[in-house]
């Protein structure tokens, strides 16, 4: 009872078998379906080497095409405004890349590079080894021998520098893991620096990433046995492309990435995450473009920019492939719905196919394939979606890996093969001494040559790997291939391997957010003397103006003040300096009905809520943003409002609000440059509430009525102009630039300082058309200078009340 006939095999290598051992396949919907929507072009192509390179879907190029197809990306290094847009998408990708690895800006930063081996290399030529002296140890390269070529070379770096270089076996961590031995009490702070490979890009064996802090607290080998600080570079690349990575959990230091594995497109670039914690010890020699806050060229004379992804990314950085990344990230959510589906859906299929293929024998008996892992694929917690094996005769004898390769391209099946850059796992698992390596160098072979067996020894293997498009098919037809060129008949399975096969659970972690509230005493304040003539609320940011004859005032303004905001398909603020049709949106608040409407010519009104009920949250996609560059969290408010808001402006946009459970804070600072309390903002700009001074904006009138040849503009368009929150009389023209507080009612606002005005005000708000005017006379009177109106916040004790204002 060893073995089953033929006809046994192939009612195993069926999708019916396959689903009885594995339940957790696809995304919600028919896979073909996906298929034939998002990867056409792959119709009769059996693509197994995403370890090497995912595929993209067609819709997301689509996306991307369209997006630069429609706006201008300026250098990021400019600051007109194609420029600012792309650098608040590139900050906006950022986030993004922070968020899906969960964690924040707070915690890492994100330098871009070229791809892993840049972000690699770069981690290197920035550390800060050091020499031995005669009184400290010098610095230790330390890295896990099977770890990829990128790795390894750091070798290079080091050798002139007097570094020790420590390769270690995955047994030795293992083994002083199980150990538990633990570190003495740092006395020296010589810097070393341990690479440690996530999961092996030659057979897919997850490493524990609970060694990170074990090997950063010299717990583990090696740092166990050699004084100072101990930090870890940990290789990602080949994890993230079908596995999730929390940083929570996995602190390390360096986290190089490669995002052509994850999406397979954009290539040519990649990244360094690097902790926040630890950036302030790397050591930069040469500074490019971008990455100086001040330097001499007279003199030896250089500060480096403040921000780490700004000081270590010299020149400027491929932008448009960074914006690229915001529709990879798209694509990879909306099709997938994460990387924890794709974890299970890509494991199943590699766990099948490599307990079928494990299991095969010829018709003697004699196992078909030599399978090299560490495990036997029991959870996706330790093996990724790799299979690495050669194929053997029935007489016992290796096959060579090219031969296999020659005949899966008959079959249009794409595998890798070779040594995939891991020399030190393919010695390990084929056997191979450092001697016969340098013995198969004489003998004409060299890594990525088709030279599989010298003296009938493999000098590499076949590596097949799935990615979140593989289907169940793509391991059918590649089990029938291998059966049909390589097994001779009949076909035999070995039944006990087979007993192996068992479902996965898949474990869902909730979180919760707690929520604390706090109340204050109000104090009464006295009245001042002049009158308050208007209240505009701008519920929505750069559109219309709603306005009120009274209105309440909540923590963060006026109530609803700013409180939702349009973005583009990249996550980007829109503002009416790049689209001034915003001006055309005519929200109104509805406080009795708890809804907010969306008005515009010739658009049917639509509503949603001005509040969310708690238990609701959940279904309001959380994403982030910026704001003046502040991050700030903010909810997505659904498909309706983003399809209204798309077919009036024409492009993709959403309408999100900000988050009830995020905070955002005003930037203040006391005289001493300390930290002080503030006043807590919506998604306005600077301060709370912008007040305008009707008289003033009649002096600038009748400035623009003596310049020639210029339409007059009567005085209420252009206080719309100025979106104000607050319009006061009773003022001398300018007066106000001196006040250090006014109140209004009972509330006692503090001035915070004269608004500086932009491009935007030459936005006419009945409109949409934009005029030079009235920036240019501004600049006339003020001499150069553009400021008009008072940014003004309450003080923070009481703004977390709320009050009514009312004319008077």
């Known amino acids: 009872g060893?073995?089953?006939?033929?006809?046994?095999?192939?009612?195993?290598?069926?999708?019916?078998?396959?689903?009885?051992?594995?339940?957790?396949?696809?995304?919600?919907?028919?896979?073909?379906?996906?298929?034939?929507?998002?990867?056409?072009?792959?119709?009769?192509?059996?693509?197994?080497?995403?370890?090497?390179?995912?595929l993209y879907p067609e819709?997301?190029?689509?996306?991307?095409?369209?997006?630069?197809?429609?706006?201008?990306?300026?250098?990021?290094?400019?600051?007109?405004?194609?420029?600012?847009?792309?650098?608040?998408?590139?900050?906006?990708?950022?986030?993004?890349i922070l968020q899906h690895f969960n964690t924040t800006p707070e915690e890492y930063s994100v330098i871009f590079t070229s791809g892993c081996t840049a972000a690699i290399k770069l981690a290197a030529e920035v550390f800060p080894w050091r020499s031995q002296t005669e009184s400290e140890a010098g610095s230790h390269f330390c890295y896990l021998t099977d770890n990829h070529t990128s790795v390894v070379g750091i070798r290079g770096l080091t050798s002139n520098r007097g570094v020790v270089t420590l390769p270690v076996s995955p047994q030795e961590v293992e083994n002083r893991a199980k150990d538990k031995i633990l570190g003495e009490v740092a006395?020296?702070?010589?810097?070393?620096?341990?690479?440690?490979?996530?999961?092996?890009?030659?057979?897919?064996?997850?490493?524990?990433?609970?060694?990170?802090?074990?090997?950063?607290?010299?717990?583990?080998?090696p740092a166990c046995d050699h004084r100072g600080h101990w930090f870890v570079l940990l290789d990602a690349a080949s994890l993230v492309s079908c596995s999730p990575l929390n940083l929570q959990d996995c602190p390390a230091d360096f986290v190089p990435i490669s995002f052509y594995k994850i999406f397979g497109f954009p290539t040519g670039l990649g990244a360094l995450l690097v902790r926040n914690h630890a950036a302030g010890i790397l050591k930069k020699t040469y500074f490019g473009g971008g990455t100086a806050a001040a330097y001499l060229s007279s003199e030896d004379y250089y500060v480096q920019a403040a921000n780490v992804s700004d000081r270590f990314e010299d020149g400027t950085v491929s932008f448009l492939d960074i914006i690229a990344l915001n529709h990879s990230f798209e694509a990879l959510y909306r099709i997938t719905g994460g990387m924890q589906n794709i974890q299970q859906h890509t494991f199943g299929l590699a766990r099948y196919t490599y307990?079928?293929?494990?299991?095969?024998?010829?018709?003697?008996?004699?196992?078909?394939?030599?399978?090299?892992?560490?495990?036997?694929?029991?959870?996706?917690?330790?093996?990724?979606?790799?299979l690495n094996f050669n194929l053997i005769d029935s007489c016992g004898e290796i096959i060579g890996y090219s031969q296999v390769d020659r005949m899966a391209s008959l079959y249009n099946i794409h595998v890798r093969t070779g040594c995939f850059c891991n020399t030190g796992a393919c010695q390990s698992f084929l056997g191979i001494t450092n001697q016969e390596m340098r013995r198969n160098l004489q003998a004409g072979h060299v890594c990525g040559d088709t030279i599989?067996?010298?003296?009938?020894?493999?000098?590499?293997?076949?590596r097949v790997s799935f990615g979140y498009m593989s289907t169940f098919d793509d391991c059918q037809k590649f089990l029938s291939f291998v059966v049909e060129c390589f097994v001779e008949k009949p076909v035999t399975v070995d039944h006990a391997r087979l007993e192996r096969l068992k479902a996965a659970i898949v474990s869902n972690e909730e979180k919760t957010v707690n929520i604390s509230e706090v109340t204050h005493k109000v104090e009464e304040k006295k009245k001042g003397p002049y009158i308050l003539t208007n209240i505009y609320i701008y519920p929505i940011k750069s559109c219309g103006a709603f306005e009120a004859q009274n209105w309440p005032v909540g923590p963060q303004g006026l109530l609803y003040d700013r409180s939702w905001m349009v973005v583009n398909g990249n996550g980007v603020c829109l503002s009416q300096?790049?689209?001034?049709?915003?001006?055309?949106?005519?929200?109104?608040?509805?406080?009795?009905?708890n809804e907010l409407l969306l008005r515009a010519s010739g658009m049917n009104t639509i509503s949603v809520p001005l509040e969310i009920r708690t238990e609701m949250h959940a279904s309001f996609p959380v994403c982030?943003?910026?704001?003046?560059?502040?991050?700030?969290?903010?909810?997505?408010?659904?498909?309706?409002?983003?399809?209204?808001?798309?077919?009036?402006?024409?492009?993709?946009?959403?309408?999100?609000?900000?988050?009830?459970?995020?905070?955002?804070?005003?930037n203040k600072k006391s005289d001493t440059g300390k930290s002080v309390t503030t006043s807590t903002l919506s998604l306005v700009n600077e301060a709370q509430y912008l007040m305008i001074n009707r008289a003033s904006v009649e002096l600038i009138q009748k400035v623009m009525s003596s310049r020639q040849d210029y339409p007059e503009l009567d005085t209420e368009n252009i206080i719309s102009r100025f979106r104000s929150n607050f319009v006061i009389s009773g003022v001398e023209p300018f007066e106000e630039d001196n006040w250090s507080h006014?109140?209004?009612?009972?509330?006692?606002?503090?001035?915070?300082?004269?608004?500086?005005?932009?491009?935007?005000?030459?936005?006419?708000?009945?409109?949409?058309?934009?005029?030079?005017?009235?920036?240019?006379?501004?600049?006339?009177?003020?001499?150069?200078?553009?400021?008009q109106g008072q940014a003004t916040s309450i003080h923070p004790i009481l703004s977390s009340c709320l009050f009514t204002m009312f004319f008077f």
């Open 2 to 54: 060893i073995a089953r006939r033929s006809m046994d095999f192939h009612k195993l290598n069926s999708f019916e078998t396959f689903k009885e051992v594995w339940s957790c396949y696809g995304y919600g919907e028919n896979l073909e379906d996906m298929l034939e929507r998002e990867f056409t072009r792959m119709k009769g192509t059996i693509y197994l080497d995403h370890a090497a390179n995912t």
């Open 59 to 96: 819709s997301l190029v689509r996306s991307y095409s369209l997006d630069i197809s429609r706006n201008v990306y300026g250098n990021p290094h400019s600051h007109n405004a194609s420029s600012r847009l792309t650098h608040e998408t590139m900050e906006r990708v950022r986030y993004r």
């Open 187 to 221: 006395v020296c702070q010589t810097p070393h620096l341990f690479c440690y490979p996530a999961q092996s890009n030659y057979s897919g064996t997850k490493y524990p990433l609970s060694h990170v802090e074990g090997l950063q607290a010299r717990r583990l080998y």
């Open 355 to 386: 307990m079928l293929l494990s299991s095969l024998c010829h018709g003697n008996g004699r196992p078909v394939t030599q399978m090299y892992t560490l495990g036997q694929f029991d959870s996706p917690s330790t093996q990724g979606a790799i």
């Open 452 to 462: 599989d067996l010298v003296n009938g020894q493999p000098t590499g293997s076949v």
């Open 577 to 593: 300096k790049r689209e001034s049709r915003l001006c055309l949106i005519r929200p109104q608040v509805h406080l009795s009905s």
């Open 624 to 666: 982030q943003s910026k704001v003046c560059g502040d991050r700030v969290e903010t909810m997505d408010c659904g498909d309706e409002a983003a399809s209204w808001l798309s077919d009036l402006l024409e492009q993709p946009c959403r309408l999100i609000r900000q988050s009830p459970d995020f905070t955002r804070y005003m």
């Open 742 to 787: 006014l109140v209004i009612g009972n509330i006692r606002f503090m001035v915070r300082g004269q608004c500086v005005r932009c491009q935007m005000v030459g936005v006419d708000q009945n409109t949409g058309t934009k005029t030079k005017e009235p920036l240019m006379s501004l600049s006339a009177y003020h001499n150069g200078k553009v400021s």
